[in-house]
């Protein structure tokens, strides 16, 4: 079980940000401890990426603050969340297609010889290692990217959040364009990282999948969060009402 | 991590090209480049590929193939520079002042030494600063790069009209024209010193990279493969030295040479130019620029960038001043392509560089570089400036009528990038080959007049019908 009695590793608290007119992400509190998975639950629009993308650097909050053990940090860009060991994978995976798979793994954090050039063979030799873990099958270690199957590109981008020992991982849709296999290889992994201690943040659409992967889930709807439950204690039924009609079970708002 | 990476599956080698790994469409566009000689060789019974010829190519091709490798990298971020003309010409323009009238105005001999130097300085440093406030406005001010450089080209035109008051400014230092070309080569000794260095750093390099290979364990090519390339490269270096150091300086200027020392020249003496300094200048531009786009961190971004602009910012990457950047390289290289235009006139005049920066684009994109982004070589760049170079002074020579000319290089301009799309795409290759089959007898119309259409017609319909059968139409 999820020990929840200390600081939490992430503390996003009292979240705005709007584009124009309209309220993307209103007022929005959620927190994550380690080894925690938290699934992030609603319909398209519901403003789930939005507030994760505040957190990953992609956008900048409005309002409200951001704590990382306890300590309130401010994330200005995707620079500033990789200092704090926050990684993301994002729904478009966020490749450079006319680069191989070395070259994107280490995009932006390249291993650089004595000299100062970038090292593509001990980074190439990095890639195979990680690769052999994540996904053996995987040998197009030379082709850009773009000649990746989905699957492919996929575990590209896992390999590099995970290679550069993250402690906050945030997955939006992370299996959304796999395969059933490849799925599984998503879950076992999030399984293991978990043990490892790390907290991790889960967009998704499944709620079978946030409900055997996750602890809590966090269900937002128009911006707005409708609630946080523990997954344990709510049936999938109990998720569904939630995301459809944007309030809490009765039983449990109790 | 402990996972030891699994042993490199040699993947099957089926032709002799795929052993040396050579780049096809590379491959492609040195031949084009070949067959091109070779064919103005025969119209020009040798003049064309004679020592002489080839000499004054590379020194013509030195401006734009300089500021074309800085193009490469304004292209591959998707971005556009259309002022490289018209800053060339304020970069020439403030060097010509420097050198003529600033420097002895502070009291510098017309002679000095130090005159050269600080105005080459002088015109790198405005080159650098116009490119990155350039790069400034469009990073940081998200203006589009064809506006901030159109607007450019109208602005440097005119500054570097109203810096030397429209004058032509001459003649220029005579240090600071060494990198002309033909007023400054090295001699045949030194150019084959330089040739067999240059030879034995491409094997080097060629083994050097071999061995990382093994180190890791990765597959590498076949050994005769590599010993093949290695030939090729040195040949290749060490026949442009042999050409270069053919072509020799007439008797005439080497007697007024020996007259300057007080000597005479003695009887059959003959001397080859050797290699230009700014044909030297080029290559060395050329493998520092390979260097940043393949070897440093830079360059990576530069491409990551160009292949996913939302990608290279959510991975950290400031693409901003990245592109503030790479206007500065672009300004930079437009300051020391001004050298070597102004060196090569030995003077500045009103109208240098004009229409340069299409010539520049051109060579990129005929050299591979995509305008869509994140594909481009510096090598490619050179060799479309080569190849534009030739086209035109090779017309020149046979007598192409002037219009001609420049429809010819449109034309290849355009055909080089449908080739191009070709290789990428194949579903689109069907419609170019009609395109072609089409194209066939309007230029036989075209150079062989009414007579031959008959001809080239049931030629070309004859194709239509034989590639429709196969398939392939």
Redesign the interface.
């Given at each position: 079980m999820v020990d929840r009695s200390g600081t939490p590793m992430v503390e996003l608290r009292d979240i705005s940000i709007a584009f124009g007119g309209i309220k993307a992400v209103d007022h929005v509190s959620v927190d994550l401890y380690p080894g925690e998975v938290v699934g992030l639950l609603g319909h398209n629009g519901a403003g789930k990426s939005t507030l994760i993308k505040c957190l990953s650097g992609a956008y900048r909050k409005d309002s409200g603050q951001i704590l990382i053990d306890g300590q309130e940090v401010e994330i200005n860009n995707p620079r500033d969340a990789r200092a704090y060991n926050i990684e993301t994978i994002y729904q478009t995976l966020a490749l450079a297609d006319n680069l191989d798979a070395a070259a994107n793994l280490f995009l932006g954090r390249e291993i650089v010889t004595g000299l100062g050039f970038v090292d593509d063979a001990r980074m190439e030799a990095e890639t195979r290692k990680i690769m052999g873990r994540l996904n053996p099958n995987f040998r197009k270690f030379k082709a850009p990217v773009s000649a990746l199957s989905g699957g492919q590109r996929q575990s590209v981008a896992i390999a590099r959040a995970v290679y550069f020992n993250a402690r906050v991982l945030i997955m939006d849709e992370p299996t959304a364009a796999l395969g059933p296999q490849e799925t599984q290889m998503v879950a076992d992994l999030i399984k293991e990282l978990k043990k490892q201690g790390l907290g991790i943040f889960l967009i998704d659409h499944d709620v079978h999948a946030v409900k055997r992967l996750c602890d809590r889930a966090a269900v937002m709807k128009n911006g707005e969060l409708v609630g946080v439950v523990k997954v344990d204690e709510v049936t999938e039924d109990d998720i569904l009402a939630m995301i459809i009609l944007g309030k809490k079970p009765e039983h449990l708002a109790a | 991590?402990s996972?030891?990476?699994?042993p490199?599956?040699q993947p099957r080698r089926r032709s002799v090209i795929d052993s040396l790994e050579i780049d096809t469409r590379l491959l492609g566009m040195i031949a084009a480049f070949v067959v091109i000689c070779l064919a103005f060789n025969v119209m020009t019974e040798g003049r064309f590929l004679s020592p002489r010829n080839i000499f004054n190519l590379s020194i013509q091709t030195v401006s734009v193939a300089i500021m074309a490798t800085g193009m490469v990298f304004v292209i591959v971020t998707r971005h556009i520079d259309l002022s490289v003309g018209a800053l060339l010409a304020t970069c020439s323009a403030f060097m010509a002042m420097t050198q003529k009238v600033w420097l002895p105005d502070l009291g510098f001999d017309l002679g000095s030494p130090l005159i050269a130097p600080i105005a080459i300085l002088v015109g790198l440093a405005v080159g650098t600063l116009i490119g990155a406030v350039q790069g400034w406005l469009v990073g940081y001010l998200t203006i589009p790069a064809f506006i901030v450089t159109l607007g450019g080209l109208l602005i440097w035109r005119n500054v570097a009209w109203y810096v030397t008051g429209g004058q032509t400014i001459g003649p220029l230092d005579e240090t600071f024209q060494l990198f002309g070309g033909i007023n400054g080569t090295l001699g045949a000794a030194i150019s084959w010193g330089l040739g067999i260095l240059a030879a034995a750093a491409a094997i080097w390099a060629l083994f050097s990279s071999r061995r990382?290979?093994v180190?890791?364990e990765?597959p590498v090519k076949p050994l005769w493969a590599e010993g093949v390339l290695a030939v090729v490269y040195a040949a290749c270096i060490l026949g442009f030295v042999a050409i270069v150091n053919a072509y020799e300086v007439p008797a005439a200027r080497l007697r007024r040479m020996f007259e300057a020392r007080g000597e005479t020249m003695p009887e059959g003496y003959t001397e080859g130019y050797g290699l230009p300094i700014s044909v030297l200048l080029l290559i060395l531009l050329a493998v520092v620029m390979t260097?940043i786009a393949r070897?440093?961190?830079l360059g990576?971004?530069i491409?990551?960038?160009?292949?996913?602009p939302?990608?290279?910012?959510?991975?950290?990457?400031?693409t901003r001043l990245l592109t503030v950047k790479v206007f500065a390289m672009m300004g930079f290289l437009c300051g020391l392509s001004a050298v070597v235009a102004s060196a090569r006139l030995t003077n500045h005049a009103n109208d240098i560089g004009t229409l340069d920066e299409l010539r520049v684009i051109a060579a990129a994109v005929i050299g591979g570089t995509a305008l869509s982004g994140?594909?481009g070589t510096i090598f490619g760049a050179i060799l479309g400036a080569l190849i534009m170079q030739s086209l035109q002074s090779g017309m020149a020579m046979v007598g192409v009528d002037a219009p001609f000319q420049n429809i010819v290089v449109g034309l290849v301009l355009v055909e080089a990038v449908l080739l191009d799309i070709a290789y990428r795409m194949p579903a689109i290759r069907p419609k170019v080959v009609l395109v072609h089959l089409i194209l066939l007898p309007v230029l036989v119309w075209f150079f062989a007049g009414w007579t031959y259409v008959a001809v080239a017609v049931v030629i070309s319909a004859g194709l239509a019908l034989l590639l429709r059968r196969k398939g392939m139409l």
């Open positions: - | 991590m996972d030891i990476a699994r490199a599956v990382a290979k180190a890791h990765f260097v070897k440093t961190r990576r971004y491409f990551a960038t160009g292949g996913n939302d990608s290279a910012e959510l991975s950290g990457i400031n994140g594909i």
